[in-house]
């Protein structure tokens, strides 16, 4: 697959590139996905993230972390902003930024909460709201390379309507499974009550810590912190479970 | 990654040192392996809990708490204090 390899940056410090959008898509009401066209993009691996930019006319500049929702697809990238209501730079991102508007991007960086298509073992996601943008990149490069290492998908939302990605998570992938957990309000005829997270949505949902997987968990702190816990606790090598947690730098 | 801050959410961790010292380091830093100078401890700089972002970014040792890199990204400089950490060891060829 072409733009996959993500090229040595020896010799060259990563530098801040003007971005484009060029479509944007409801994904939830709070939720969008931005299409940005980033003119020399190196490419990138499933799970990197990007800096965005903003300067003001004044010349005031903020700046945020975004995860990568998109397999590699020559210069367009994709993120998904989730709007935080009080917020310097996602309500600008989601309800403002229009096509043909730019923001500076800087990326892809990070190399260790990341998925490569070389990987066979199988791999268990854990999301926390939109904690599922990054692994919803492994899972879409995992298609776009027919992977076949097997994969499963815990998604925990608040209420239905939160789910992001929901027509493509329908759709689904062979050797996807995924497992949805509702912590405010179930679906109409659901057959559990609202809970939290659980060592055994864990153990029925995840894989036996004997097959070995690897394991990608993203969410907010107490999310990744609680998850990251209860897999020790069954029995994971904590080395192969990696954790993005979100945080302060948002809004 | 985006969310609000709260009580418990102090911190992020040190996946968001990536994009602020790839201004710096050749290499990516969040899959390089740092030994705490307080604990011993090692382990991926991924792992690390980072606050900030002004004046600087503070990242601690996920085990002992410790102060292992400080950034500090002024006009024309950046300072980076790696006084609490005993070593780093980086791969060479990242495939």
């Not at chain 1, 066979?120 to 899972?139: D, N, T, Y």
């Not at chain 1, 608040?158 to 929901?166: F, G, H, S, T, V």
């Not at chain 2, 085990?63 to 006009?75: I, K, N, P, T």
């Amino acid at each position: 697959m072409a733009g996959t390899a993500v090229p040595g940056r020896l010799g060259e410090r990563l530098r801040w590139r003007v971005a484009t959008l060029v479509d944007q898509r409801a994904e939830t009401e709070s939720a969008h996905t931005l299409v940005l066209k980033v003119p020399g993009w190196p490419g990138h691996l499933a799970g990197q993230h990007v800096d965005v930019r903003l300067t003001a006319e004044d010349g005031y500049s903020t700046q945020r972390s975004y995860s990568i929702a998109s397999a590699p697809d020559s210069e367009l990238v994709e993120l998904t902003v989730q709007r935080v209501p009080d917020g310097e730079v996602s309500p600008y991102l989601v309800d403002q930024l229009a096509a043909g508007d730019q923001v500076e991007l800087r990326g892809p960086v990070g190399g260790w909460f990341v998925w490569r298509p070389e990987q066979s073992e199988p791999v268990l996601l854990v999301a926390g709201g939109s904690g599922i943008v990054p692994l919803m990149a492994m899972i879409r490069v995992r298609r776009a390379v027919s992977g076949r290492s097997p994969f499963r998908l815990i998604y925990s939302v608040r209420a239905p309507e939160d789910r992001i990605y929901l027509p493509e998570l329908r759709r689904g992938d062979p050797g996807l499974d995924t497992a949805y957990l509702y912590t405010r309000r179930v679906p109409e005829g659901w057959p559990r009550l609202p809970v939290r997270l659980g060592t055994q949505d864990l153990a029925s949902n995840g894989w036996p810590a004997e097959f070995e997987p690897t394991v990608y968990v993203c969410g907010p702190t107490g999310f990744v912190e609680l998850a990251a816990d209860m897999l020790v606790d069954l029995g994971h090598d904590a080395g192969r479970i990696r954790t993005e947690r979100f945080g302060p730098s948002g809004g | 990654m985006s969310a609000t801050p709260t009580v418990e959410d102090g911190y992020v961790d040190g996946n968001a040192l990536a994009g602020p010292l790839a201004e710096i380091f050749a290499v990516d830093v969040t899959s390089v392996v740092g030994c705490c100078s307080g604990c011993r401890t090692s382990g991926p700089l991924a792992r690390l809990r980072v606050y900030g972002p002004a004046p600087g970014l503070v990242a601690r040792c996920p085990e002992c708490d410790q102060v292992m890199l400080r950034l500090v990204q002024a006009e024309t400089d950046a300072w980076l204090d790696l006084r609490g950490t005993l070593s780093l060891r980086i791969p060479r060829s990242q495939a």
